[in-house]
Nanobody
Framework: QVQLVESGGGSVQAGGSLRLSCAAS????????TTWFRQAPGKEREGVAV????????FDAESVRGRFTISQDDAKSTVYLQMSNLKPDDTGMYYC??????????????????WGQGTQVTVSS
């Protein structure tokens, strides 16, 4: 059974940085992808960045390109999202999710069966 636990959220001022962590357990797939999603109040959940295992291939949303970096530490079974130059529009609940089927586009929430509980990020202007 896959379990995902996010941490690292908080409140920062615009221009600040945060690093989110997604600690995974029970992931035994030979290949899979881990994606960070976010959801602001009243908005749909959107894909932020994805990393594929074992290739380490990454993709990210245009809205965060050049500011966010996704990485994976296999020894710690953790995927990170380093967020820099944060903007108020980055505010939301951030979730990590794991998918082993890799059939649908990475940014579609419906492609993911395994989700964490989320960590809140608030960016003030």
């Amino acid at each position: 059974q896959v379990q995902l636990v996010e941490s690292g959220g908080g409140s920062v001022q615009a221009g600040g940085s945060l690093r989110l962590s997604c600690a995974a357990s029970g992931v035994t797939y030979r290949s899979y992808r881990t994606t960070w999603f976010r959801q602001a109040p009243g908005k749909e959940r959107e894909g932020v960045a994805v990393i594929y295992y074992p290739s380490r291939l990454t993709f990210d949303a245009e809205s965060v390109r050049g500011r966010f970096t996704i990485s994976q530490d296999d020894a710690k079974s953790t995927v990170y999202l380093q967020m820099s130059n944060l903007k108020p529009d980055d505010t939301g609940m951030y979730y990590c999710a794991v998918d082993s089927t890799i059939r649908d586009m990475w940014y579609h929430p419906s492609a993911y069966a395994n989700w964490g509980q989320g960590t809140q990020v608030t960016v003030s202007s």
